[in-house]
């Protein structure tokens, strides 16, 4: 809904013709006069609520179209410093005045009639905001066309104005620009309750677009492991309680978080985040100046991380590698293939020294058994006591064996390390 401020009846009028509005309001008397002076077809207006042909209070037919009751208006008052003579003279003067006087005709009137009560004008404006009471009890009257004045039925709330600015854009596009002398307002009351309170979406801004509605005793959203829930409170009933203050608490399992004070936002908005570590249902209180609102408690869910790929949370919310797997760099592998030991050094590094350690071996041993070849011994146990007796496995080839030995065992060990075994 898109309330305008048009500045005159005659604008309002020609709005509504011209389709720029569904719905005008004007005073009794405005129809009939455009009929007479700029010739307004009423077969191009509808009444709504067409009460025409009411009975005033002089008995009287009301002459124009109306849809409300009939409300005294265009009273002539007087100060409270006018001599009572002058007051009774000019009194009775407009009373002797009818529908044949030259000054009925002049002012386009047809007389003047004795007022009746004006208590009912009052209390109607003073419930639609036009007479504002202050503190003093001393009545004002506001400007017709300022935000203030407006009012909204009951059961509904009107939302802050500076919450209310850029409704229209969001209605209407970035474009929307409201006609100069005209004030334009969108959707100005809600009908809800005394307190809304909703959980922000990641990508939405602090308003009420893109939100999940909390409600009491339900999960109103769920998150994970130290991600925080932001939450949105709006009080509809801000403006008769200005210095309101809005607190929450977390009840995780057996423990509670401290009473946290909610950041106001503008007049009516607050916002708080919520997180835990803790996996599961989570329960949280907000309290308006010490009371529970109509949403509270209600319930957030918290989920395990969400990890790399082979790591898994652990119930502080961080991502560890699992039993089976061990950290190398920044990824998790299996133990076979890594091998750590106590010095830092793994099989990766030390089986490429071993081979070749042992293809030196192997080869040294191949030529010292093809020298011996050639000394024609008739059996294995002939040729190893041949090779020692010619000499042919010197003190350095036994020194090269022992090492390669004692590399076999060294790698062995590792493994085993490595490797434990289980029963």
């Not at 005659?10 to 720029?20: I, K, M, R, T, W």
């Not at 009301?62 to 409270?80: C, M, Q």
Request: net charge negative.
């Amino acid at each position: 809904m898109q309330v305008r401020f048009a500045g005159s009846h005659e604008h309002v009028v020609q709005d509504v013709l011209a389709g720029h509005v569904d719905i005008g309001f004007i005073r009794t008397g405005i129809l009939e006069e455009l009929v007479a002076t700029h010739g307004l077809n009423l077969a191009d207006v509808k009444i709504l609520h067409d009460r025409s042909g009411i009975v005033d209070p002089t008995g009287n037919v009301f002459p124009y179209r109306l849809s409300s009751d009939l409300f005294p208006e265009w009273i002539l008052a007087v100060a409270p410093d006018v001599d009572y003579e002058v007051e009774r003279a000019v009194m009775v003067a407009l009373l002797a005045i009818n529908s044949s006087s030259l000054e009925a005709h002049r002012g386009q009137y047809d007389a003047f009639d004795p007022p009746t009560s004006n208590s009912i004008v009052r209390n109607m404006m003073l419930d639609l905001g036009t007479l504002v009471r202050n503190e003093n009890g001393e009545i004002t009257c506001a400007q017709t066309w300022s935000y203030d004045a407006l009012r909204c039925p009951a059961g509904s709330f009107k939302i802050a104005q500076e919450e209310q600015e850029h409704v229209c854009e969001r209605l209407f596009g970035l474009d929307f620009v409201c006609p100069p002398g005209i004030h334009c307002v969108c959707r100005p009351c809600r009908r809800a309750l005394e307190t809304e309170l909703r959980a922000l979406h990641p990508d939405a801004s602090h308003t009420f677009d893109v939100e999940v509605e909390c409600h009491k005793m339900d999960t109103c959203d769920s998150t994970e492991q130290g991600v925080p829930v932001s939450f949105v409170l709006r009080d509809n009933d801000a403006p008769r309680r200005p210095n309101a203050t809005i607190t929450y608490v977390l009840h995780q399992q057996f423990a509670r978080t401290d009473v946290e004070t909610a950041l106001k936002l503008s007049s009516s908005l607050y916002h708080f985040n919520i997180s835990s570590v803790l996996v599961g249902s989570h329960l949280v209180e907000v309290l308006l100046d010490g009371k529970h609102i109509i949403q509270s408690p209600f319930l957030i869910q918290v989920l395990p991380r969400t990890c790399p790929a082979t790591k898994v949370p652990n119930e502080t919310g961080h991502c560890n590698c699992p039993p089976s797997l061990v950290l190398d760099g920044d990824q998790c592998v299996n133990i076979s293939t890594v091998g750590v030991v106590e010095s830092g050094l793994t099989v990766a590094a030390i089986v490429p020294i071993a081979i070749g350690s042992a293809v030196c071996i192997l080869a040294f041993v191949y030529f010292a058994y093809k020298r011996a070849l050639r000394l024609r011994p008739h059996n294995f146990a002939a040729i190893l006591a041949q090779i020692k007796q010619e000499g042919l496995l010197s003190g350095a080839g036994e020194q090269v064996i022992i090492i390669v030995i004692i590399s076999c065992v060294f790698i062995f060990i590792i493994n085993c390390d490595a490797h434990p075994s289980t029963p």
